[in-house]
């Protein structure tokens, strides 16, 4: 059974930082594309950040030089180190995992706000 567990989330001051984290159970995470994504209260769901297999990486607009995703494969995790927040990153975090059926976890709330 695939399982998608976040970590991390929680109430920080406009300006700081959080690290989310994903562990990966029930497959191996370094075989698949893996991304973030948030909701906002009202609001669609929205990609945040990707990284691929290889490594490669892509972020939306709103977060580059900001946010960065990296994975640990030895510990089949997925991370999201979020640096500079802004009131407006506030919401639910989501971890995807990109395979033949879609798996998501449940996600961790980030509040930005002072």
């Known amino acids: 059974q695939v399982q998608l567990l976040e970590s991390g989330g929680g109430l920080v001051q406009p300006g700081g930082s959080l690290r989310l984290s994903c562990a990966v159970s029930?497959?191996?995470?370094?075989?698949?594309?893996m991304a973030w994504y948030r909701q906002a209260p009202s609001k669609q769901r929205e990609l945040v950040a990707v990284?691929?297999?290889?490594?490669?990486?892509r972020y939306a607009d709103f977060v580059t030089g900001r946010f960065a995703i990296s994975r640990d494969n030895a510990e089949n995790t997925v991370s999201l180190q979020m640096d500079s927040l802004k009131p407006e990153d506030s919401g639910v975090y989501y971890c995807?995992?990109?395979?033949?059926?879609?798996?998501w976890g449940q996600g961790t709330q980030v509040t930005v706000s002072s």
């Open positions: 995807r995992l990109f395979a033949r059926t879609d798996y």
């Open positions: 990284i691929g297999r290889g490594g490669t990486t």
């Open positions: 029930g497959i191996r995470s370094s075989e698949y594309d």
